[in-house]
């Protein structure tokens, strides 16, 4: 690192040998073969997203008729990052013990919790993480906890059918796992689920989180869900909502009934 190295949070820019100096890499493909002109069509056309100056790193043939480049160009654009809010999960990180001996202590019995990908959605690498019990990166999945009753139903789950089996088992927790996202069909799906539990008089008496490549929180919530996860989510932190989620819940509960007393 050379040069400035203080920060300026309300002017934030990109970094790439000097602070501030806002260098941005680009990587992408022109469907043309590697020459001087398709150099200088790179060159071109990263000027005019605004970078200056532009310098390119490679190119090189992808294809028969494709040319690959990697290109360096600067920003003069900053932003202010004191004044980014964002809508996020406030869980606190509790791990495995902690969480199965909260449940122990505090509920008695064990949250019966329901993973499914609905729809069509065949890709169970996501809801395999968060469930089974080998769980991601060295964390546990839910199967492993002592405190939660954690069912993986594999995919290709409809709504309808998932919603029945919640209600069959007394389900404290639908955990949706959604891949597929084409034509936004994921988050009609997501809708769509929430509206049959709605009719049914399940979306208050269960927890409903959902998790995904596409997934966000605050797109799960727009969507009727209570928490949404994306790509990189260890198991741990589902279980810190579902359980904090939980205890706020059973806590409103209790303060409901004092006050009608």
Do not use: W
Request: aromatic share 6%; with cysteine; net charge positive.
């Amino acid at each position: 690192m050379s040069g400035e190295t203080r920060v300026d949070l309300k002017k934030l820019k990109p970094y790439g040998d000097i602070m501030g100096d806002g260098t941005v890499q680009l990587c992408f493909t022109l469907p043309v073969e590697p020459s001087p002109e398709a150099r200088e069509a790179a060159v071109q056309l990263v000027q005019k997203m605004g970078f200056d100056p532009v310098k390119v790193a490679t190119m090189e043939k992808a294809a028969d008729g494709f040319a690959l480049f990697v290109i360096y160009g600067n920003t003069k654009f900053s932003l202010d990052f004191t004044k980014i809010k964002v809508l996020k999960i406030e869980a606190k990180k509790r791990s495995r013990e902690v969480i199965d001996e909260i449940i122990r202590t505090q509920i008695g019995r064990k949250l019966i919790v329901l993973g499914a990908c609905t729809g069509y959605d065949a890709h169970t690498v996501g809801i395999d993480a968060i469930m089974n019990m080998k769980g991601f990166a060295g964390d546990y999945g839910l199967e492993r906890y002592k405190g939660l009753d954690a069912r993986n139903l594999g995919a290709q789950v409809l709504n309808d059918d998932l919603l029945k089996l919640a209600v069959q088992e007394k389900a404290d927790v639908i955990l949706v796992s959604k891949v597929v996202s084409q034509h936004g069909i994921h988050i009609k799906d997501m809708k769509t689920l929430v509206e049959r539990a709605t009719k049914m008089g399940l979306r208050d008496k269960m927890i409903f989180v959902a998790g995904g490549p596409r997934v966000t929180h605050p797109m799960a919530l727009e969507c009727g869900f209570d928490a949404g996860f994306g790509v990189g989510t260890k198991p741990s932190e589902v279980a810190s909502f579902i359980l904090e989620e939980y205890l706020n819940r059973q806590a409103q509960s209790q303060a409901k009934t004092k006050k009608r007393k």
